[in-house]
């Protein structure tokens, strides 16, 4: 019999997003115990290039989880398990010895190697890693940014293939400084966006490999998103605590949101936004442009998705903030929107690091149409905001082109607390929007999965019980408002990628 006295077993997150990391504890019914967050800066080397200093996500993460730990703890929880879930596609190789990282991390946004995507695309290689991948020749992907680390370390390469470099997405580094070195993994769905791993397949392609001339024997093993990935050493969080759950955060928070069967669909806004549509255990091609992807690997059997990436979603709303001054805060973005003129025709197109799905224009920049005398402050900002529901809408377009049926569209991520943007965004797409009371969904999802390794769900089907809708926005627009602003919007695009 169990003692009164036990404590209630809870799961710890740890989310390394873009812009921050955070952790946070979930007990198991999906309630918030507890979290911390810190923001961590940029860096911008040259004109589109974005890295991350590998010690700062790391002390970040440390030091979130220790706290929220330590909350967790004080509210009476038993931290049973840990889920990690990351930024995906940002690119780090570390030394096997020392443990030190050779480079900063290479973030997804980067764009330092489109010359050597072009070159691919130039010589046919396109079809090969779409057929194989699912993905596009872009720089947002792995293999291309480890490639440019090899070779631009002195003597990185020559250690590479000696074995001594190991390379990993932002989940395998911190798994890997978790145990203490002792598990370089990698889950699937991490794997799936390196460009190097067949998804059908379900692992390291030795063709995709020769392509971008990456050694072997740098990659992690590919592993399950659930089960026994390793366990944190008490060293490093204060107590040993099982590692069962990893996930890239879209696909996390797919798993949040419950987007657990064909045809179900979300999309998260943080710095980037991302669509992703469930299509269950079949890998779709899309016609459009958008990515296929692993949505989980569970006892070795892979889901699949359809995907949409938009590079710049909130990363707009940090630029008002940080690159005009226009606001202090990304939260006075809402009310500064409402005060502009709303027959000003002002679209700005956020393509500072090139454009995503469904374009892929790495070298595509951003730019405003419409500026009148009359234009100011509010008409930009308001552009702004609405440059993600544009967006949106022309992943929704491409998607419906590949067969998508879906009549909701379930958000998430930092922006979801604008309920402005949102009520826009359902105008603009004219589609509801639902956001459901925990809009922690990407670390719900990950809690989740390590909740799933460690046995406290039994199946990925308990996450549908445990997803609630908060609030739903209908599509208010009238035909001929929409009409004019996607015209609009589609002659500033236009004007971009000429
Ligand atoms: N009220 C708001 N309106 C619009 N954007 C917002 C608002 N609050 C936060 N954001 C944007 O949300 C982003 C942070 O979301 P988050 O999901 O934490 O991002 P990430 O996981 O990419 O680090 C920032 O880019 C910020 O500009
Ligand atoms: O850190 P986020 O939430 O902007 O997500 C980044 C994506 O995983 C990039 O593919």
Redo the contacts with the bound molecule.
Sequence with gaps: MLSRSRKAPAILAIDQ???SSRAMVFDLQGQVAALAQEEFNQIYPRPGWVEHDPEVIWATVLSTARKAIKAGEAKGYEITCLGVT?????TLVWDRQTGEPVHNAIV?QDRRTGEACAKLEADGAAAMVAGKTGLVLDP?FSATKIGWILDSVPGARKKAEAGKLAFGTVESFLIWRLTKGKRHITDATNAS?TSLYDLEAQGWDSELLRLFNIPRAILPEVVDCAGDLGVADKSVLGKAIPITGSA???QAAAIGQACLSPGEMKS?Y???A?MILNTGGTRVTSQNRLLATTAWRLEGKSAFALEG?VLSA?ATIQWLRDGLGLISKASEVEALAASADPDAPVYLVPAFTGLGAPHWKPEARGLITGLTRGAGRAEIARAALESTAFQTHDLLTAMRADGAQTLTLKVD?GMVANAAFLQRLADICDLEVVRPVNTET?AWGAAFLAGLGAGHFASITEAASLWKADQRFAPAADTGWRTRHLAGWADALRRTTM
Excluded: L
Aim: charged residues 15%; glycine residues 26%; neutral net charge.
């Design positions: 997003g873009t812009t990351n930024q995906r596609e940002t997804w947002y966006r890239g955060d879209q998260t943080g710095t980037g991302f990436s909130g991520g990407t």
